[in-house]
């Protein structure tokens, strides 16, 4: 099967991983580009922008480079994970492509076409309130609003999104870490590696070897059992796809994880990598021959009125480690009247 990525992402895939030619010819644009990075913090760090105080203290799962690195389970997983411990979570995103001006609250019935994909996947799994708008501090006011019984966000990336105070930032990375090192445009990176944060997380199925920095966790994603996306009823454990004729296909962040996530399953796939947040107006499967067509949770939620009945999507748990929970917890009760 064709890789559907745009070249040109491709393209910068590849020379983020090296310090080439490229590279080095995009640094000045990257020192520009860092430049007023550090003075809109420093902005920030100095009070003459402001932050703003939601009212409750606020978690911040994103990441310093582009791409996907496994926030949304992440933060799923987060959720449950406060909510075990007490807390009553809500969620806010930016909502990548969502079409919303005002803050709009994302409900298991919600369309990803209008409130984006990753908010709604987030919404039909924890059944936490969630709000969308780009901007957050609204979105975060909207949502306390409508249920004042909500003592914690947790921000689906966000970052770099400085105006809102946060008790608790979380960077996640996967194995490409900080790829070559640069800034924008020249390499991955929306600011230095160095960027103080109270805890990582590392996305790294290949290699389990953490880097040596402070409060650094390994992230886990598993899978479970795949379930047909015309009846969510119907499960299948993925042993059971062995030896048919699977085409594998995600458009995700990273699609090479998903698709090696079923080949340790023992499932040999033919892939298709589709751009990151595909819409799938149509389907793309119409003219492939395959026994079953296996996709993740985030492609399923943007399936519109087109139906294959060959589809089954396979879910992932985020497994966060409980030290680092313990570390979020203790943050949160030391910051809160609990």
């Given at each position: 099967?064709?890789?559907?990525?745009?070249?040109?992402?491709?393209?910068?895939?590849?020379?983020?991983?090296?310090?080439?030619?490229?590279?080095?010819?995009?640094?000045?644009?990257?020192?520009?580009?860092?430049?007023?990075?550090?003075?809109?913090?420093?902005?920030?760090?100095?009070?003459?922008?402001?932050?703003?105080?939601?009212?409750?203290?606020?978690?911040?799962?994103?990441?310093?480079?582009?791409?996907?690195?496994?926030?949304?389970?992440?933060?799923?997983?987060?959720?449950?994970?406060?909510?075990?411990?007490?807390?009553?979570?809500?969620?806010?995103?930016?909502?990548?492509?969502?079409?919303?001006?005002?803050?709009?609250?994302?409900?298991?019935?919600?369309?990803?076409?209008?409130?984006?994909?990753?908010?709604?996947?987030?919404?039909?799994?924890?059944?936490?309130?969630?709000?969308?708008?780009?901007?957050?501090?609204?979105?975060?006011?909207?949502?306390?609003?409508?249920?004042?019984?909500?003592?914690?966000?947790?921000?689906?990336?966000?970052?770099?999104?400085?105006?809102?105070?946060?008790?608790?930032?979380?960077?996640?990375?996967?194995?490409?870490?900080?790829?070559?090192?640069?800034?924008?445009?020249?390499?991955?990176?929306?600011?230095?590696?160095?960027?103080?944060?109270?805890?990582?997380?590392?996305?790294?199925?290949?290699?389990?070897?953490?880097?040596?920095?402070?409060?650094?966790?390994?992230?886990?994603?598993?899978?479970?059992?795949?379930?047909?996306?015309?009846?969510?009823?119907?499960?299948?454990?993925?042993?059971?796809?062995?030896?048919?004729?699977?085409?594998?296909?995600?458009?995700?962040?990273?699609?090479e994880r998903f698709f090696a996530t079923l080949r340790a399953a023992?499932?040999?796939?033919?892939?298709?990598?589709?751009?990151d947040h595909y819409a799938y107006r149509e389907n793309p499967f119409?003219?492939?021959?395959?026994?079953?067509?296996?996709?993740?949770?985030k492609d399923a939620v943007k399936f519109g009125a087109w139906r294959?009945?060959?589809?089954?999507?396979?879910?992932?748990?985020?497994?966060?480690?409980?030290?680092?929970?313990?570390?979020?917890?203790?943050?949160?009760?030391?910051?809160?009247?609990?």
């Amino acid at each position: 099967m064709s890789d559907f990525k745009p070249p040109i992402e491709n393209f910068l895939a590849r020379e983020w991983r090296r310090r080439g030619a490229v590279a080095w010819a995009l640094t000045p644009f990257a020192c520009v580009f860092g430049a007023i990075a550090a003075t809109r913090r420093a902005f920030f760090d100095m009070g003459w922008l402001k932050r703003v105080e939601p009212g409750v203290p606020v978690v911040v799962v994103g990441n310093v480079t582009v791409g996907g690195t496994g926030k949304t389970p992440t933060v799923i997983a987060l959720v449950e994970a406060l909510r075990a411990a007490g807390f009553q979570p809500g969620v806010v995103s930016r909502g990548y492509g969502a079409k919303v001006a005002q803050p709009t609250s994302v409900t298991p019935t919600s369309i990803a076409a209008q409130v984006g994909d990753e908010p709604l996947l987030i919404a039909r799994r924890t059944h936490a309130p969630v709000f969308v708008c780009p901007d957050r501090v609204a979105a975060a006011r909207a949502l306390l609003n409508a249920h004042p019984n909500v003592d914690v966000l947790v921000s689906d990336d966000g970052l770099q999104h400085y105006r809102l105070a946060r008790a608790f930032e979380l960077v996640v990375f996967d194995a490409r870490l900080g790829g070559n090192g640069f800034l924008l445009p020249a390499g991955p990176l929306r600011e230095p590696m160095s960027r103080h944060r109270d805890a990582t997380l590392i996305n790294s199925p290949y290699d389990r070897t953490l880097p040596p920095w402070p409060n650094t966790f390994a992230l886990d994603l598993e899978p479970g059992d795949a379930w047909l996306l015309d009846d969510p009823h119907q499960r299948r454990p993925l042993s059971q796809f062995v030896g048919e004729k699977v085409v594998a296909a995600a458009g995700i962040g990273s699609p090479e994880r998903f698709f090696a996530t079923l080949r340790a399953a023992g499932i040999m796939p033919t892939t298709r990598a589709f751009p990151d947040h595909y819409a799938y107006r149509e389907n793309p499967f119409a003219s492939v021959e395959a026994d079953a067509i296996l996709i993740t949770e985030k492609d399923a939620v943007k399936f519109g009125a087109w139906r294959d009945a060959r589809i089954w999507v396979v879910p992932v748990q985020a497994v966060l480690s409980p030290r680092l929970i313990a570390l979020v917890v203790e943050k949160l009760r030391g910051r809160t009247s609990a």
